[in-house]
Nanobody, 115 residues
Framework: QVQLVESGGGLVQPGGSLRLSCAAS????????MGWYRQAPGKQRELVAV???????KYVDSVKGRFTISRDNAKNTVYLQMNSLKPEDTAVYYC?????????WGQGTQVTVSH
């Protein structure tokens, strides 16, 4: 069973930065997408950013120009660099990895943007 271990969440002031990391507990084959979702209180979970195996990336409009997704395939790790954070970015962030056989989710890490 593969586990995704997330780290890097926390409390940050508006305008600040955080870097989220998500590492798989073991090597995974046939990964075709790695990404991040978030869920704010009272809202549905939404896709924040995704990186496909072909190298393309996609972002939700609200984070374009502020967030950057990257991945280290050798380490089965995906990162989310978040800059210029806003209070509306406050949410639980979930790592997501899709293989040809299964979809995996991390446990979630809280990101709070507040004074």
């Amino acid at each position: 069973q593969v586990q995704l271990v997330e780290s890097g969440g926390g409390l940050v002031q508006p305008g600040g930065s955080l870097r989220l990391s998500c590492a798989a507990s073991r090597s995974m084959s046939s990964i075709y997408a790695m990404g991040w979702y978030r869920q704010a209180p009272g809202k549905q979970r939404e896709l924040v950013a995704v990186s496909s195996s072909g190298g393309s990336t996609k972002y939700v409009d609200s984070v374009k120009g502020r967030f950057t997704i990257s991945r280290d395939n050798a380490k089965n790790t995906v990162y989310l660099q978040m800059n210029s954070l806003k209070p509306e970015d406050t949410a639980v962030y979930y790592c997501n990895v899709k293989t040809t056989l299964q979809t995996y989710w991390g446990q979630g890490t809280q990101v709070t943007v507040s004074h």
